[in-house]
C-alpha cells in the first residue's frame, strides 16, 4: 500500500467549530487532493496542491482552506463548519512523469459528522 | 460542474456476465483512469489510458476512450461475486487537476 494516512478517521463537531484534516504521504508525490464524497456526487475535488505552498482550488472550494508548508503533509481547515459539510473526506496522493499524471493512491477517508 | 459523468449509475449483473459502464466528461485531457471502490474504503486505480490511445486490456478489464466524443467505457468481461464494487472515471487536464465522474455501482450475483 502507497504511504498515505488521514487523521483522524473519524469526528464529530459542533456547527461553528474548526475542524483541520491531516493528509500525510510517505512517498515524496508532488500533488496532493481533498476530496469529498456525498451519494449521488462521486467525488468532488475541494482543494489540490501541485507543490509545497502550491495550492488551487477545486469545484467545491467555499467553506474550506489547505495549507502545504512541506511535502509530506496537506492539511484540509473547515474554519466554521456547517452540516452541509458532514461527508467522506478523501485524500488522495500522485506523481507526474512527462508532463502528465500518473495514477492516484488514496487514503482511507475521514468521516465527518457536523451536528 | 466540470465533473464526468456516468451511465448507467447502478448496474446488476450476474456472475460470469460483461458489465460495460461509461464515462463522459467535458473537457481536453492528457488521460482517462478508471477506479474501483469496495464500500467505505478509499478508491484503487484500475488502468489508465493516454489520450492518444483508442484501447487498453488489463487482465479483464477492457477500455476504450473515444476524445472526439469525450467518452471512455469499461468493461469487465466474466464477472465475479468479487467485482461488486463502485467503478469510477477520473481525468486530468491542464494543471494536473484530478476530476472524477459521479461512479457506478456494479453488483453481480452469484
Known amino acids: 500500500d502507497a504511504g498515505i494516512t488521514q487523521s483522524p478517521r473519524h469526528k464529530v463537531t459542533e456547527t461553528g467549530t474548526p475542524v483541520t484534516l491531516r493528509c500525510h504521504q510517505t512517498?515524496?508525490?508532488?500533488?496532493m487532493y481533498w476530496y469529498r464524497q456525498d451519494p449521488g456526487h462521486g467525488l468532488r475535488l475541494i482543494h489540490y496542491s501541485y507543490g509545497v505552498k502550491d495550492t488551487d482550488k477545486g469545484e467545491v472550494s467555499d467553506g474550506y482552506s489547505v495549507s502545504r508548508s512541506k511535502t509530506e503533509d496537506f492539511l484540509l481547515t473547515l474554519e466554521s463548519a456547517t452540516s452541509s459539510q458532514t461527508s467522506v473526506y478523501f485524500c488522495?496522493?500522485?506523481?507526474?512523469?512527462?508532463?502528465?499524471?500518473?495514477?492516484?493512491?488514496f487514503g482511507q477517508g475521514t468521516r465527518l459528522t457536523v451536528v | 460542474s466540470q465533473q464526468g459523468e456516468e451511465d448507467p449509475q447502478a448496474l446488476s449483473i450476474q456472475e460470469g456476465e460483461n458489465a460495460t459502464m461509461n464515462c463522459s466528461y467535458k473537457?481536453?485531457?492528457?488521460?482517462l483512469q478508471w477506479y474501483r471502490q469496495n464500500s467505505g474504503r478509499g478508491l484503487v486505480h484500475l488502468i489508465l489510458i493516454r489520450s492518444n490511445e483508442r484501447e487498453k486490456h488489463s487482465g479483464r478489464l477492457r477500455v476504450t476512450l473515444d476524445t472526439s466524443k469525450k467518452s471512455s467505457s469499461l468493461l469487465i468481461t466474466a464477472s465475479r461475486a468479487a467485482d461488486t464494487a463502485s467503478y469510477f472515471c477520473a481525468f486530468t487536464g491542464g494543471g494536473n487537476k484530478l476530476t472524477f465522474g459521479t461512479g457506478t455501482q456494479l453488483k453481480v450475483e452469484l
Open positions: 473537457t481536453s485531457i492528457n488521460n
Open positions: 488522495a496522493i500522485s506523481e507526474s512523469r512527462a508532463g502528465e499524471n500518473t495514477e492516484a493512491f
Open positions: 512517498e515524496n508525490h508532488r500533488y
